[in-house]
Each structure stands twice: as C-alpha cells, then as structure tokens.
C-alpha cells in the first residue's frame, strides 16, 4: 500500500476537479453560495491595498475582487485551476499563482488584505496553514474566510475518516475556526452566514449566532490580524 502523502493527493484531486468548478464558478460567485461574499469583504478591506485570494481555484473570485478596485494575486495548489485562471486573463493588477498556503513564497507581511474561502478545511494541519497566513498579512490587515457550515455537500469528503481512510477534507465547525484565529492573532471583527434555499430572513433573524451556524451552507468571517 503506498503512502498517503496529503499535499500530492490534494494538488492531483483538485486537478481533477478544475475543469468541473471552471464551468461553474461563475454561477456560484454571480448569484449562487458565493454571491455575498465580495460584498462582505468590501465592507471591511480598503481598496488601496494588496489583496491574495488563497485557493482562488479558477479565480473567478479574484477577478470580482478586482473589478471592484482590488490589486489582487490568485493562489492555488492545483496547475490546472491556475491554468482555467489565466486563461481568463491577467494584467498589472490581477496575477496568479500556483502556490501551497502551507509555505506561501511571500516575504513576511507583504499583503494587506487575504481572502481564503473554504480553502483551510483542505489542509492537514489548519493551524499551520492559518499561521502561514498571518505571517504574510501585514499587522492590522484583514482575513476573510468562508468555512464551511454543518449543512454543506462537501463535507461527504471528509466522511470516509471514520473508516480510517486517509481524506483530503479535514472539516471544523465555524465557532472551532473562529477560536483558533483568535488564539493565534487574530481578532474577530464580523460574521455572517449563507444558508441553503428555504432558510429565510424570517426564520434566521431570531436566532443566535451559535444556532445561525448550526444551519449555515458556510460561515464567513472577518478577522484582523493583531
């Protein structure tokens, strides 16, 4: 049986993937469980700064970032996503990047703003990766991250763990998230949820955060580095 070796079975998984999250990225970012999360970010990171998406898959999400007045590099593990992403197109302001978050090849504190949208539950160690992550934000810069919530789809690849199968999906719940930023640097500045269809205003406006979470798709957070 030949070793499991996390990094190379992520890198060639997600390059399966790419061409089937290419042909649906836009939907997601432009009106599905992604189309709330620019504005999110916007509310809370200047535009004058120097943004990286981390794990931008086709970087359609990068390329909103920079259509709103965003400089911005895409970063991705998997070739092939980064290959869907320059295909789109790049210039001075808008680059990619294949890179790992768990060893970012930035010097210390080079960004003032990073978006990581449910990229730390497919590290083996988030912890590492979330320190990577403010060892290259600039002191008072800005983290946004979208973690996925309990009523998520994607959690099923996580789910042969409990057979002792190695994964690629290391799943946390928000609130878990949430806590370990906020012991290693970070301040929570602001949340929010994205909820299936069928959760309304009316049933979530009444609830606690603790319960919003407990039927969230993902769980976005705003965080500012110490």
Partial sequence: ???????????????????HWHRNSEEMW???????????????????????????????GSYKLYKEGYRVIGLDLAK????????????ERLKFQQA????LPFPDETFTGIMAINCLEWTEHPL???KEIHRVLKTGGYLCVGILGPTAAP??????????EPVICNT?????????????????IDGEGVYKRGVTEHIIHQLSTELKQAISFMWLLMLQKE
């Fill in 128 to 130: 590492k990766a979330l």
């Fill in 1 to 19: 049986m030949h070793k499991f070796h996390w990094h190379k079975e992520a890198e060639k998984q997600w390059d399966e993937r790419a061409e």
């Fill in 172 to 188: 946390m719940m928000p609130w878990e998230f949430q806590q370990l930023a906020t012991e290693n640097g970070f301040k929570f």
């Fill in 80 to 91: 092939e996503m980064i290959d869907c992403a320059k295909k789109r197109g790049e210039n």
């Fill in 100 to 103: 790992d978050v768990m060893n």
């Fill in 30 to 60: 432009e009106r599905g469980s992604r189309k709330t999360i620019v504005p999110f970010l916007t509310k809370h990171i200047p535009k004058d700064g120097y943004l990286a998406d981390i794990g931008c898959g086709d970087g359609y």
């Fill in 155 to 164: 959690r099923v690849h996580s789910y042969r763990r409990l057979y002792g």
